[in-house]
């Protein structure tokens, strides 16, 4: 979808998709926030008295093309020197089409890639 790679291109960030045996995607534009918090709704986050303890967890919007079903286990997404590990992702739909892809991501820091 062109309005979407069209906005990512111009305000996402460089962002790669890897796995464990070196094959990387080449680089593409994506969002990747830290994930805001509403309603006390915690995503294995501490609610203390000045806000939620960081679990790391963070937005992820791609383009369609670079989807996550198909990859074999080990996989990850590289950005700006940090990397991520899907949990959760799905397909949004424009009519019939895939308009972009939306994701729950961790931060892998600490955490063996190869696990």
Do not use: C
């Amino acid at each position: 979808m062109a309005a979407v790679n069209a906005i990512l291109s111009k305000y996402g960030r460089d962002t790669r998709i890897k796995d464990t045996t070196g094959w990387s995607t080449k680089s593409f534009r994506a969002f990747i926030q830290p994930l805001r918090y509403k309603n006390k709704m915690y995503l294995e986050g501490t609610p203390t008295e000045i806000g939620v303890i960081d679990s790391g967890y963070y937005l992820y919007i791609g383009p369609p093309e670079h989807s996550f079903e198909h990859l074999p286990s080990g996989y990850y997404i590289e950005s700006a020197g940090k990397r991520f590990l899907v949990d959760r992702f799905e397909k949004i739909y424009k009519g019939n089409s895939v308009f972009y892809i939306w994701a729950v991501i961790k931060d892998m820091e600490g955490q063996d890639v190869y696990n």
